[in-house]
């Protein structure tokens, strides 16, 4: 379940795989086209800790002792590496267990990916063994593993004669071999200073979430860039979420928009709105994760973040030579919810002490293209200034090339500095690059990786929610759900009898079955009342004349009662006399189970504009009011709270807290399957739900 | 006005700039620092006319007679390349003028751009000077011009000693001649080829706009960048986005999100929404001129449209060796609008006969990284049936490596079918770029770019629209805008009449002067009606009390009409009898003037929900039908129409039509400043508008 802690990840498991003291490769071979060569040739090149090559047909590899099998080894080593044909592998695992070897990393092919029922059995064998033995199996199908924290390269992802990354805090783990060694190529050429990177593959027992809660919790790493298809295990997920915003650090993950492990969307009444990929979406937000687009922009984002630097807020500074990148950068950045305040007179002053007379101070700071005299001195001057006054957050400055006096103000400016700061260079950006800086060529990504910085920056530990169950709410919750008896769904009258339990507001109503009871309930309320049949069998009751609006005085009450309770093709459980609720706004609520993460809890505009009035937000329970509050803030283009014809802020801190209502009321009562509240109809003094279905897992 | 369609546009008269058989460099020099040098010097190393270069102090330059000034010189020249400072360009363009020189481009800075009294002095003296001989000048504070189809380089944007660009189909026009020559870097060493590069600076005198136009119309140009911080001359730009449509160019166009030159907003209610950005989509959707968001998508979108090939629908096949990397291109095409078929089963076939069994055959189709026996026929063979069937529009290939058997065979298929075909290579891209192909490193990146031809290849010619006015409509429409005095708007029934008068369905309504005639008129309605009071000082009218809904039968009309015959604080000119109209949807149209393009028609969702329900679609008049039709089909996320709460396709023909009518009073009455006419009820078997406002020009 998400909103479980588990108190111990994966880590201590994983360190004989990913921190060995001693590696065999099973497989090594002098030829040097094979993968088996490749793999033992990187680690030799660097390995600290004692490296033994497996070969049963050769007596030496690269000069070592190669020893027949992994049960020959002279000691139980923290981790083979196995590169033999898929055939052999189950019995190199088993010699492996039965020898004392702590874990294997198999990075040959022909298992599950090859379709076979073969490849599939030989797959189903290593999960088995793996499990019965504790034995920690990664891969198949993958190509590997490095860990230049610890001088590591059990991987083909680079060849042993290539430069090796500049080991830093960034760290790659992919499911997928090659789309993982692809980022880690452009990462590297990027200049991200890469320190680790894991591959997955078929996962036969560890996951790529196994390996993100590895890495996260390395001392060394600050920035993790994850690539999954989809996400199988979201406790793991969500506890490598939240131990990052604790640390400070920051999990990037590019994923495909729509992932195949979900089915059902998230609102019964819009099954074409919502995808599951905007449950991930809704996590990340929720989670501090960073979701990037394009794999541009997940090293776009990483660069950034290498340096973890963090913004006191959301106000860029921009610095540039041309007026037109300046304008496209300031619009670009206030798309991105970036501010660019107006500096300060004063501040506006020194910096055009330091500038020709047409140039601009107000920030854009636009020095033109002018050069003027003891260009070095002003611009170093000018910059500093920028970054040491406390009205900006963040500087991109922006220059033609590399190696002229601004651009050199801006290498010295960062190394003097501790807010992030971003040069564009459009002609040569290497050479400010090989300075340790993160450089673009593009100046939209630069402002779209200083919004990713502020993103980060602004997130709260405390965002990160625990849930624990109210046994004796629960309790009497299920009292109400058995009523259901076999039926898929409660009757509205229960349906809304549990939201009231959980805390969100609904109509007043009463459950009738004789006119005389109508009649009555309808005198208690006073004034008009809205009507409705209760049947087990009627899902939409509107389409079927189950529903009378403005039922008022007793004749009408005892027609309206009739009609209701003889609707033809339904059997009846009784009529509901419910007030009339007015509004001027019309919310629709629920709760859909995402098959990954759990009860979703969306709330968007509702009434029968519903679908066209765009995706609702969703929040994932557990959340807080704060997340809920944010949510509503959002909504209808962030016009729905505050505006003319929204809500007030008190309705929506009522509405933030009822939303936590039915995110607990999802922890809770895992069989409910579903539930959908529309319309919520909100009025000047008043929000409350006149219709809720709640159905349950049959 | 922008409907007006000049015959001849500024090609004829930028011929001696652009293509001169003779140019002077005034300022011509042999220090090689300075900018008068490489001018020079870039001229001479291709120049195929005569080349002179002007020096008041020195003999010769580079070998060749100097003259000493613009007066001197042999010949009347096509064009005089002004370098020297600026406060001598005056007189040096009166002498050209005198001496009969055809043109002149100054490169010179220190103009209006200066900021100084002086700047802006001499620069106006240009703009007379050039007005006064018809003497066309370009700049002054920009960086020349390239073109390479005339072996021309007025520039010192390259330096004299660099690579020239592979000249090729694709033009850069910027304002900015530091952001173009950006521009201009970045797409070399991308492999763009490029054949042309302008700069205007100033605009003294000729525009970015008249560049293009120049230029667009080469019959060696395919693709045109085009960067402007904002458009001056719609004229102009519509004309050459016209001659683009019509001869299967394209124009690329980046610009900042929100242009300084338009204030007002859109809807007069909802000031916030639209910018006037949103104006400058709408002109770019309709004329068919790309947006690029960045400069990298810019150089992306250039990169896939200098081969000129386009896609005959928008289906995509994808070829991938990586599922992941499948996945994320899949998800990326259908976000970006573009389908994914999943190949026919015989096609399927064809292709399974060539791959490994556990591979996929159906789009993506997906080789896995295993390496099959014979991998050069085969994936020959696989590509050549994919892209030889007809059930794929265009391919993208992702491929590793650049030099191994898939990237060979996307190379070799590249060269012998017509449809695009993209190839996305993660390692080294160069390998295959340097082939011809248009390459990419990202997978994401990839996808935009066959985003944008889809998007060019479904344009049509007839989506330009011409307008003519009518002229007796006109006449009875400037009666009805007589009545309102010198008020600044029109009452509601005169508003509505305007409306109707044009095409627009609005409710059925009589203006009363007395109670008996609201009586009557009420008589006549039958049933139960609506009454509002006319007054000139009352925008908003249902804040004051001036509506009354639901009022039956002469004693409450009577009530009604004395009530809002007296309204407190207002003078009332009558009382407005109006039939209820129900409805299940409500909208919003209206027109607002952009002060660059005109006027530009809105409509988005309505009633009270506006400021919450997203950006109005907009449309610049003049628009056909099938424009506004297309509009309507994307409002409310596409669901507007043919959903079960929205309107039927005949009603949005209807809406459409009358939208069309909208532009046209646009069009003809300019001193029509506003209208706003919210909300259209839409019901099952009607659409009218049942409330309006025209504001005029005072």
Chains 1, 2 share one sequence.
């Not at 039926?487 to 507001?505: V, W």
Request: glycine share 10%; net charge negative; hydrophobic share 45%.
């Amino acid at each position: 379940m998400p909103g479980e802690n588990t108190a111990t990840g994966p880590e201590e498991r994983l360190r004989p795989v990913f921190a060995p003291r001693s590696i065999a490769v099973v497989g090594a071979t002098d030829n040097p086209r094979a993968l088996g060569y490749m793999v033992y040739a990187n680690l030799l090149r660097d390995f600290p800790g004692r490296l033994y090559p497996v070969n049963s047909r050769k007596p030496t590899v690269l000069g070592a002792t190669a020893y027949p099998s992994a049960g020959d080894l002279p000691e139980p080593v923290d981790l083979l590496v196995v590169l033999v044909p898929a055939a052999q592998v189950a019995d190199v695992i088993a010699e492996a267990i039965k020898a004392g070897h702590r874990s294997a990393y198999i990075l040959a092919a022909g298992f599950s990916e090859a379709g076979t029922e073969e490849g599939h059995s030989i797959q189903r064998r290593l999960t088995e063994m793996s499990a019965a033995a504790g034995f920690p199996i990664v891969g198949p199908n993958c190509n590997g593993y490095f860990n230049g924290y610890a001088r590591t390269m059990a991987t083909f992802a680079l060849m042993p004669d290539a430069d090796r990354p500049t080991v830093g805090p960034v760290a790659i783990v992919s499911q997928s071999g090659g789309f993982g060694s692809s980022i880690l190529t452009r990462a590297v050429k990027n200049r991200v200073n890469v320190g680790f990177f894991a591959s997955t593959g078929n996962e036969a027992d560890v996951t790529a979430t196994d390996a993100l809660q590895y890495v996260v919790a390395r001392p060394e790493v600050r920035v993790v860039a994850y690539f999954a298809e989809g996400i199988k295990d979201a406790a793991g997920f969500l506890r490598a979420a939240r131990h990052a915003v604790a640390h400070d650090k920051v999990i990037v993950s590019v994923a495909p928009h729509t992932s195949p492990t979900v089915a059902r969307a998230v609102m019964s009444h819009t099954a074409t709105i919502v995808g599951s990929s905007d449950v991930y979406d809704a996590v990340c937000d929720q989670y501090g994760v960073l979701r990037a687009a394009s794999v541009d922009e997940l090293i776009d984002f990483c660069l950034v973040l290498q340096d973890g630097r963090r913004m006191a807020g959301r106000r860029l500074g921009i610095l540039t030579q041309s007026g037109g990148a300046g304008v496209l950068m300031a619009s670009a950045a206030s798309e991105a919810g970036l501010e660019i305040p107006e500096l300060s007179p004063g501040v506006q002053r020194d910096i055009a002490a330091h500038l020709p007379a047409f140039a601009s101070a107000k920030n854009p700071v636009d020095t033109t293209a002018g050069m003027f005299p003891d260009a070095p001195r002003h611009m170093a001057a000018i910059v500093n200034r920028i970054l040491g006054s406390d009205e900006i957050d963040a500087l991109v400055a922006m220059t033609w090339i590399g190696n002229d006096a601004p651009a050199n103000a801006v290498i010295e400016a960062y190394g003097e500095q501790h807010k992030p700061v971003i040069p564009v260079v459009t002609v040569d950006p290497q050479l400010v690059a090989e300075r340790g800086l993160p450089t673009f060529a593009d100046p939209t990504r630069a402002i779209g990786a200083v919004a990713a910085i502020a993103r980060v920056s602004t997130r709260c530990p405390e965002d990160v929610q625990e849930f624990v169950v109210d046994a004796a709410r629960a309790a009497r919750a299920r009292d109400i759900l058995r009523r259901a008896g076999t039926n898929p769904g409660l009757l509205e009258s229960d349906s809304k009898e549990l939201l009231a339990l959980y805390g969100f507001p609904v109509a007043a109503d009463t459950v009738c079955h004789c006119a005389d009871e109508a009649v009555s309930a309808a005198r208690q309320i006073a004034g008009r009342v809205v009507m409705k049949a209760l049947s087990y069998g009627l899902a939409h009751k509107s389409d079927h004349g189950a529903v009378i609006l403005g039922v008022e005085g007793e004749p009408e009450v005892r027609k309206a009662y009739e009609r209701l309770s003889t609707l033809p093709g339904f059997p009846v459980d009784g009529v509901l006399v419910q007030e009339m609720v007015s509004g001027s706004l019309e919310l629709a609520a629920g709760i859909q189970r995402d098959p990954v993460f759990g009860p979703v809890v969306s709330v968007g505009l509702g009434g029968v504009l519903v679908e066209m009035l765009g995706r609702p937000r969703l929040l994932v329970a557990p959340f807080d009011i704060r997340a809920a509050a944010a949510a509503l803030d959002e909504l209808g283009h962030g016009r729905l709270v505050g505006g003319t014809r929204g809500m007030t802020t008190t309705q929506r801190d009522e509405l933030a807290a009822a939303l936590v209502g039915l995110g607990a009321l999802g922890l809770e009562l895992p069989e409910v399957v579903s539930v959908d509240i529309n319309p919520v109809k909100v009025s000047a003094n008043r929000m409350v739900a006149v219709d809720g279905l709640v159905v349950l897992d049959r």
